[in-house]
């Protein structure tokens, strides 16, 4: 499953209603979970004893994978945050709804990937110890290149205000073109060009 090895895969049902027990959720948030989750299974465990070649991480040592079967394709986020944050592992949430796949992961914030053909769903393993693999796989869901000298979370953070960036031009450039006066269009612009130099020149 998920082109993972072998030796890491297990089938263990997580029941809804444990999670409900053990932390006496409200009957508001059982009843949204339940609106989006059909069922949990955890099926797999990548660990030196699954992997005896990895090495255990200085932070990470074991990560699990979650396979969530849903019940709709447009699942409320704050389910999947209150998932991560209830249960303390590294842990990847591969979503599955229909014949697609979407894997998500908690890193300063929920990091998804796009939809995907269940087949063509691979989750690799890579590198030296936990620590290293984990990472690899936060990188490989949300497409994330680690420019020289930032941590992920420092080039997380960057991805994100560049992103927020790109919003603001796009929004600036639809004003611009619609407006009629020469004033107001070079103060988009020079707004537009200031935003775009804070992208070029790499601060953001």
Same mark, same amino acid.
């Given at each position: ?30 009843? !949204? ?10 099926? +797999? ?16 040592? =074991? ?81 994330? =290149? ?15 205000? !560049?992103?927020?960036?790109? +919003? ?14 020469? !004033? !107001? ?20």
């Amino acid at each position: 499953m998920l082109n993972l090895p072998q030796s890491t895969e297990i089938k263990k049902q997580l029941p809804k209603k444990v999670l409900y027990a053990k932390f006496d959720w409200k009957p508001a948030q059982r009843e !949204r979970f339940d609106a989006d989750i059909a069922r949990m299974d955890i099926v +797999a465990v990548v660990s030196p004893a699954t992997l005896p070649a990895l090495a255990e991480g200085t932070e990470v040592k =074991e990560c699990y994978v979650l396979a969530v079967q849903l019940k709709r394709k447009a699942y409320d986020s704050k389910n999947l945050l209150l998932l991560t944050k209830l249960i303390p592992q590294n842990m990847v949430l591969a979503l599955q709804y229909g014949t697609q796949t979407q894997f998500a992961v908690y890193h300063t914030r929920l990091i998804t990937s796009a939809w995907q053909p269940a087949e063509s769903a691979i989750l690799p393993v890579s590198g030296l110890n936990l620590d290293a693999v984990w990472e690899n796989m936060i990188k490989h869901i949300g497409q994330i =290149e680690v420019k020289c000298g930032n941590t992920l979370a420092e080039q997380i953070s960057a991805d994100d205000q !560049r992103a927020q960036l790109l +919003a603001q031009i796009a929004t600036l450039e639809k004003k611009m073109a619609n407006e009629k006066q020469p !004033r !107001r269009k070079r103060e988009y612009f020079e707004k537009i060009k200031k935003l775009k130099n804070q992208i070029t020149n790499g601060r953001i």
